[in-house]
């Protein structure tokens, strides 16, 4: 169909106790306040259109409004809601290897169009081109994310830690 008029984009919001809140998926931990993905992106050119997140309720419950720290756990899940929201819209290690340049051109090569044939990093193996025409090629053998061009990530090590930045084309031109 032709989607709701006047979005660009639909944040679906759940507030469910699953295994990510409670610790017992791999990210989970007892202390998670939320989590969020874009769940649908453009076909023309990979913006997230729909989202999703959802907040733990065993985290999030309701505070004493006669409690003094009521206003600085409401800022919190104020923040943490926000925090949420720019993974949705695109700022995710999930979403990362679907960023474009400012002509429309994604920033890591896909399957089937741009990405080399073979077994390196940022190559397509020969048996997975068919499933990913037009995707980034998987980042491991696992197959379970895609791996992200160093024209939108570039990884280094800084006093002792991998650090991750964001080096887009319009990350530099803006930060310049």
């Known amino acids: 169909g032709d989607g709701l008029p ?8 759940t507030a469910d106790t699953t295994a990510t809140c409670t610790g017992g998926a791999a990210t989970g931990d007892a202390e998670t306040l939320a989590y969020a993905l874009s769940c649908q992106r453009d076909q023309d050119t ?17 505070q004493d409004p006669n409690d003094s720290a009521t ?3 409401r800022l919190n899940h104020l923040n943490t809601a926000i925090h949420e929201i720019t993974h949705v819209l695109g700022f995710s290690l ?10 429309n051109n994604p920033l890591t090569d896909r399957c089937g169009v741009l990405a080399p ?3 390196g990093e940022g190559e397509c193996a020969q048996e997975d081109v068919a499933d990913l ?3 980034p090629p998987y980042a491991n053998e696992n197959k379970n994310s895609y791996y992200i ?7 280094s090590q800084q006093r002792g830690l991998e ?7 319009e990350v530099q031109r803006v930060a310049r």
């Open 94 to 103: 999930t979403s990362f290897p679907f960023f474009r340049d400012a002509q």
């Open 163 to 169: 650090v991750a930045e964001l080096v887009t084309p």
């Open 133 to 135: 025409n037009g995707l």
């Open 117 to 119: 044939i073979g077994d």
């Open 46 to 62: 990979d913006r997230p259109i729909a989202g999703w997140i959802n907040f733990c309720p065993t985290v999030t419950t309701p």
């Open 149 to 155: 061009s160093p024209k939108t990530i570039r990884k």
């Open 6 to 13: 006047d979005a660009d984009i639909v944040i679906f919001v």
């Open 71 to 73: 206003a600085r756990i």
